[in-house]
């Protein structure tokens, strides 16, 4: 018998004793295995939901029962009636060689194709996507964000040719030079000092309005996708306050129609300069972080457990639907190598410097008060939240999805005319949410290719036909 299966046994055992002891007892007890890259998950279905809570405070326990250092309790939106423990296998890192010991793994390029940044349970392929279009990477100093930003940016630039994609990169901390300088996905060089910065932030903005102009959204929306990156964001708010928080404001709110996304680092969003923008960041990929307060925080949700990550590019990965344990590929210098680099970058635009209070004042112009506000535009996502639980509150809105009460109310709307729809079609439960941002941003001509997975889009579309015109003239005329 191989050593990993008599570890999965032993977490199993111990989990058929401590639930004997306390009375939880399940329908088919264990009944899925999965070897995550420094954990194994073991699912367990029990009686009843009611006695969920009971299951998950039983972590602690199940990790001495068990001798396990870790174990981590967690749940499955759709699957009410499982708890999953994720015990942390024995293993470490050495840090001057960044050699993984005992049972963790390390993954590189070589495990991961195309957009892939990492690998989930069963070694199950996790890419990066513009959906939803803002991202951010967040966790405390050894979590792997650099890391992360890197394998983001290798595998999007390794994927997209500079036609398809370019670059803006504000990099305070020079973490991305030896990979990236030269690259002809860069539509200016990279920035590093705050007058830099701001030139870069400048440019992005200038893009946007330019294309605002020509009025280059929906399917007039350009070919090349722009990503503008900000790492160490804290550290840019503090030094260029104004123009970064002015630019992050505009593009967070308008980029999406124009064809403009937003990539962010730091170690804790926190402060009144992120709260007028962080709204827009759903896309989110969060290492260790130091407590489960920030865990929270970040995450925009309870049970993810940051806090008792092992760092070094384990994070959890959150986006509308998604929630998973991704163990991050390492970039390979290999990967790096074949990046196209060396020829003039062609710019869309031409390279004019805006000036400061220009930013400022187009910022200004940007309704940031939430995205439920009519002149924002409705988040796919944050309408398919409301569909996670029968009755989301005014108060669990604004602590989980950071709405105000009028965003709020103008999601909920949206969700209840959905919901009505679905029922009269007879849409199955399990296809209810996903169905829900399929057909919002199908309704305000956003992208949904990869929004549903290749294999089920057939059924969504079809349901979609069933719904018929009235309910896309409803989305389309708004709440």
Sequence with gaps: MSEIVQVARKYAQSIQVLYDARGIHGRHRVNRIARGGRHMSVSVRIASSIRRSDALNLAPDIALEAGCQNVMGVVTPDLPDHVTYQFQLPGYIDQETGL?????????????????????????????????????????TGSGKSETVRRILTSLTKTYSPDELGLILCDPDHDFDDSFTGLDHLLAPIAHMPDEIERNLTFGVNILLQRREQNLRGKNKPKQRVLVVLDETAAILEHSREIAEGALMMIGAEGLKYGIHLLISTQKPVGDEFKRFMHHILNRWVGLVDKALTSVHLTGRGGMHCHQLTGYGDLMHVAALVEERVLIALVDEKELDILPRGNPARIETPPAVLTPDRVINAAADVDDRGPGRPSVEIEPELVAEYFRGPNVTE???????????????????????????????????????PLARY?????????????????????????????????????????
């Design 100 to 140: 993984s010991h005992g049972m963790w793994m390390t993954y590189t390029g070589k495990d991961v194709t195309g957009l892939g940044v990492g690998l989930a349970d069963n070694r199950r392929e996790v890419q990066f996507k513009f959906s939803p279009p803002h991202a951010g990477v967040f966790g405390s």
């Design 395 to 433: 108060n669990e809105a604004r602590e989980r999805l950071d709405l105000k009460r009028r965003a709020h109310e103008v999601h909920r709307a949206w969700a209840v005319k959905l919901m009505k729809a679905f029922a009269a079609v007879g849409v199955m439960p399990v296809a209810i949410q």
């Design 439 to 479: 057909l919002v941003a199908d309704a305000r001509g956003q992208e949904v290719s990869g929004l549903v997975g290749t294999a089920l889009e057939p059924m969504y579309k079809s349901y979609a036909r069933q719904l018929g015109l009235e309910i896309q003239r409803v989305l389309k005329e708004g709440i």
